[in-house]
């Protein structure tokens, strides 16, 4: 658009599922190549604000799941900065002007959102909290006000993802009032049992914080893990935030150890294990001791069923890691792993 955010002059390599940072380029592979496109996310996400704006503005009856979607989308991208150099997307004054049209639209119609529209509408608002400090009194708290209102009248429709993002983005606002937190936590200790170990320990993180959830949830919580593999749990939390991080700063052996336990705790985060593998397959393994580097020739032949659309890079680890022959002087187990 012509239009552009301030200091975007040129794209710049975007980051997985379009949010999360400002990089990370998006690759694929063709015959023989390799093909790049770098996107920059937040030039892409002002010139989204821009067009949106006057859909917000002119159409009151837009269609609330779409304006739910574009929100949480949105929301998780104000964060972005250009690489160019520039502030970030949230000082852009049209994402203050979409989001409150936006906002407008949804209010007028929320009765009408369905409980997995309220609850991304519910993560957007605690999303753009702390990046939009002007709107927090005149937009977000009444929007927030008018989701608080339809979660305590739709609280039993919500499934247990609705209800882990809700608990989080309410604790994070701590603008939960009594009646809808006493509702709300008994939907979470109703369907606790089939949280997700990934819910479960966002909703330990949340019982870490002082507030409604830390006084009705944390007993139940607790004793939820006892029930469960609490390291498994805890370990996806930690796969998250090294994927989330794309590696950086991760060494070699970092990289190949990662790829073991992904394989030992048969804990597969497909993201995760695919960059792994295309970021050794282009480093020198041989600097690796042979103890790692047989690691993660068990680990990438345990995650090698879930790597068949990769073209070259399983096959280009498989050979650099063979190629460092990790069984010459192994004990015998690793021999036979081998």
Known sequence: PGQGHQGHHHAHQGSHHGSGGSGGGVKGSGEGFEATAEVDGA?????????SLAHFRNDSKAN????????????NALSLSPLAGGSQLCQA???GECISAAAGVVRAQ????SPQDIAKLVGSVSTAW????????????????DLVQAVRFRHADFNVQDLSLMTIAFTKMNNLDALAAEVLSEQVLQKLPRFTDKDLSLLLWACSRPGWVATLCAKAAVAQVQERDLA??????????????????????????????LAKSRVMHLGLCRLIVRSLAVENLRALTRD???????GLAVAWPSLTEMNMWPAKLLQGLCAAEPWAGAPPYEVANA
Do not use: M
């Not at 799941?65 to 949480?72: G, H, N, S, W």
């Not at 929320?110 to 959102?113: G, N, Q």
């Open 93 to 95: 004054a049209v994402c």
């Open 130 to 145: 702390p990046l939009l400090p002007h709107l927090q009194q005149t937009v977000l708290k009444p929007f927030s006000g």
């Open 64 to 75: 609330v799941r779409d304006v739910a979607e574009f929100l949480y989308a949105f929301a």
């Open 110 to 113: 929320v009765h009408r959102a």
């Open 43 to 51: 030039l892409a996400f002002h010139g989204l604000a821009i067009a």
């Open 292 to 298: 790692v580097v047989s690691a993660a020739l068990w």
């Open 232 to 261: 498994r749990a805890q370990l996806c939390v930690v796969l998250g935030e090294v994927f989330g991080r794309q590696l950086r700063g991760f060494s070699s052996t970092d990289k190949a150890i990662l790829l073991w336990s």
